[in-house]
Every structure is written in structure tokens, then in C-alpha cells.
């Protein structure tokens, strides 16, 4: 299954990317250890050995409230991509309304694993002698292109010729 994957989702320029979270890890090391070869490593020795040497991007969030809300009313509505560009602004397109129910708990429990998890991939990085390359989700939303082009620099990798960052999704 990883053969297939990093063959399927390598691009040509031979970069293959992929979303971590940090509440992922220890259900990586609980699958990958169902694997004889795969019993006894860290997740730092496993994502070494599927990917050799990979380019740890860390993407975080500056207002982890703004964060935490976003999440929160994603987790009600399902819907992972924001509002439909044709949406009318009266549209219960959802069946929760515009906003869903507000829950102080449940953003506060949200707002508390988003820095809680932001702690845990610092201290792993510290932990395995790593230096991410740090972007702060607004960075990305400010300055996309500039973003796009510091990861690419990252993984060694140039743009195409002319490229331009396409236009955020609404």
C-alpha cells in the first residue's frame, strides 16, 4: 500500500507530500507496528524509513481561537472548505444556518488541543533534533505565492516557469 502511494502521489519533479497531524503519531506507530518489520520504531524511525529523508514543513496557526471557530463550526456543518461562493447569504444550503451552535466548551476543548498539539510537534522536533520550516497559517493566506516558493525552496525544487499561485478557495 505505500509502494502504491508514493508512486501514485509522487509528481514528476519526485516530491511526494503529505498531512501530519500531531494526534496521527502514535496511531502511525500502532498501525505500522501490526508490520513484523515495523514492531519496535519511533515515528521519527518510521517516517525516516518510508521516506528517507523528508522536509518537515510545520504549519501552525497565530490565533488559535480563529482557528478553533473555524474548526468548530466545520465539525457541525461538515463542510471542510468554507461557504459557497453562490451561496445566498439567507441559504441554510447546510441545515445548521450560517453560524451552527455556539458551544464556549467546545471551542475552548478545540482552541486547548490546537496549543496542545503545537507544543508536542515543538518538542518532537526538539526531541529528534529537527529544524522545521515554520509557517504560521496567515503567512500562507498574506503572501501565497512568497509561501508556496519558501516550501519549494525547502524541498530543493524550482516553480515552473511563469508559475503563479492560483486563487484561494472561497
Same mark, same amino acid.
Given at each position: 500500500?505505500?509502494?502504491?502511494?508514493?508512486?501514485?502521489?509522487?509528481?514528476?519533479?519526485?516530491?511526494?507530500?503529505?498531512?501530519?497531524?500531531?494526534?496521527?503519531?502514535?496511531?502511525?506507530?500502532?498501525?505500522?507496528?501490526?508490520?513484523?518489520? !515495523?514492531?519496535?520504531?519511533?515515528?521519527?524511525?518510521?517516517?525516516?524509513? @518510508?521516506?528517507?529523508?523528508?522536509?518537515?514543513? @510545520?504549519?501552525?496557526?497565530?490565533?488559535?481561537?480563529?482557528?478553533?471557530?473555524?474548526? @468548530?463550526?466545520?465539525?457541525?456543518?461538515?463542510? &471542510?472548505?468554507?461557504?459557497?461562493?453562490?451561496?445566498?447569504?439567507?441559504?441554510?444550503?447546510?441545515?445548521?444556518?450560517?453560524?451552527?451552535? !455556539?458551544? !464556549?466548551?467546545?471551542?475552548?476543548?478545540?482552541?486547548?488541543?490546537?496549543?496542545?498539539?503545537?507544543?508536542?510537534?515543538?518538542? &518532537?522536533?526538539?526531541?529528534?533534533?529537527?529544524?522545521?520550516?515554520?509557517?504560521? !497559517?496567515?503567512?500562507?493566506?498574506?503572501?501565497?505565492?512568497?509561501?508556496?516558493?519558501?516550501?519549494?525552496?525547502?524541498?530543493?525544487?524550482?516553480?515552473?516557469?511563469? &508559475?503563479?499561485?492560483?486563487?484561494?478557495?472561497?
Amino acid at each position: 500500500h505505500l509502494e502504491r502511494t508514493l508512486r501514485l502521489g509522487t509528481t514528476d519533479n519526485g516530491v511526494f507530500g503529505a498531512k501530519l497531524m500531531f494526534n496521527q503519531l502514535p496511531e502511525l506507530t500502532a498501525l505500522a507496528a501490526t508490520l513484523p518489520e !515495523y514492531a519496535e520504531p519511533t515515528p521519527f524511525e518510521l517516517l525516516h524509513a @518510508w521516506f528517507g529523508d523528508p522536509v518537515f514543513v @510545520w504549519v501552525s496557526r497565530e490565533d488559535t481561537v480563529r482557528q478553533a471557530v473555524s474548526m @468548530w463550526r466545520a465539525l457541525q456543518s461538515r463542510r &471542510w472548505r468554507g461557504e459557497r461562493a453562490d451561496a445566498d447569504a439567507n441559504d441554510d444550503h447546510d441545515g445548521m444556518g450560517r453560524t451552527g451552535i !455556539y458551544s !464556549y466548551d467546545g471551542i475552548d476543548h478545540l482552541v486547548r488541543r490546537f496549543e496542545d498539539d503545537d507544543r508536542g510537534w515543538q518538542d &518532537w522536533f526538539d526531541a529528534n533534533g529537527l529544524a522545521p520550516l515554520h509557517l504560521a !497559517y496567515e503567512q500562507l493566506s498574506a503572501n501565497r505565492e512568497g509561501t508556496v516558493r519558501e516550501v519549494l525552496a525547502a524541498l530543493g525544487v524550482a516553480p515552473p516557469e511563469r &508559475w503563479t499561485a492560483p486563487a484561494p478557495i472561497r
